[in-house]
């Protein structure tokens, strides 16, 4: 079993960033990918970045790449999300997630955490 803690969510203007962190426990964590993605209301969980915790493989949704950055701390257990450039359309529940191959889609998730929300205003 692996569980999953998330922080740092909150309310930043546009072109502002925010720092997302997960804190992931349990015997088996270190087998997985951890990812992140997010939810509006009304639309599908949306994947936004995943990473192994070798930090060697990272992974990005196209509507994040060049603004979000993915990272992990191994000695913390940890996995950190930081957002840059933010706008209106990244607003939303971002869940932390592990799963076996850092998979693009929600479906193939095997763990989430609460969800944090960020809300970005124009």
């Known amino acids: 079993q692996v569980e999953l803690v998330e922080s740092g969510g909150g309310l930043v203007q546009a072109g502002g960033s925010l720092r997302l962190s997960c804190a992931a426990s349990g015997r088996t964590v270190r087998n997985y990918f951890m990812g992140w993605f997010r939810q509006t209301p009304g639309k599908e969980r949306e994947f936004v970045a995943a990473v192994n915790w070798s930090g060697s493989t990272k992974y990005y949704g196209q509507s994040v790449k060049g603004r979000f950055t993915i990272s992990s701390d191994n000695a913390k257990n940890t996995v950190s999300l930081q957002m840059d450039s933010l706008k209106p359309e990244d607003t939303g529940v971002y869940y932390c997630?592990?799963?076996?191959?850092?998979?693009?889609?929600?479906?193939?998730?095997?763990?989430w955490g609460q969800g944090t929300q960020v809300t970005v205003s124009s």
């Open positions: 997630t592990a799963d076996d191959r850092g998979s693009y889609f929600y479906t193939e998730i095997d763990f």
